[in-house]
């Protein structure tokens, strides 16, 4: 698996790769909060961390439930002056995000549930607020023949700020 590199005008790519083991999510936190950028406002830099915990769950708990042994789980993060990336690579099957995204949104209007009040599937809840309310640019696609690639975006304000995406 190979992550994107950074331009010249972004901030050094961090990455990090780990076994596929939930016992792995303290080295992926400690990772993560040692990389904090003063660019990316704090609210900001929380709503990422929630969203690379989910991520890395699911890449462990689905996408490599069935791969024996299963492969490392890729992560990188990139701060430019323009936009703050998380990005997460696994190596599980095919999944139709926007599908899976789509049915969750539409359960939730239909019954006018209260989101909270779910049982499964939190993660799509959380990942459809980030993107409705934070203006956060979430997106889940095949980079390879066996690779995965879930990326969530976030513009930055010319100050270094959070920006607004629409």
Known sequence: MNLPQASESDRPLSQLAVNSDLDEIETVLRWFEQLGDPAVPSELWMQAQLALVEGFT?????????????????MSVQVSSQRFCVQILDQGAPFDFEAALASVEKAIEANDQDPL????????????KLRSTYGWTI????IDAATNCL???????????AGRSS
């Not at 699911?58 to 890729?74: C, F, G, K, S, W």
């Not at 009040?117 to 459809?128: D, N, S, T």
């Open 58 to 74: 699911n890449a462990v708990r689905h996408a490599h439930a069935d791969l024996d042994p299963p492969p490392p789980v890729q």
């Open 117 to 128: 009040a779910r049982e499964a599937h939190w993660g799509l809840v959380m990942l459809l």
């Open 139 to 142: 997106s889940h696609r095949r």
């Open 151 to 161: 990326s969530l975006c976030h513009p930055l304000s010319a100050d270094g700020g």
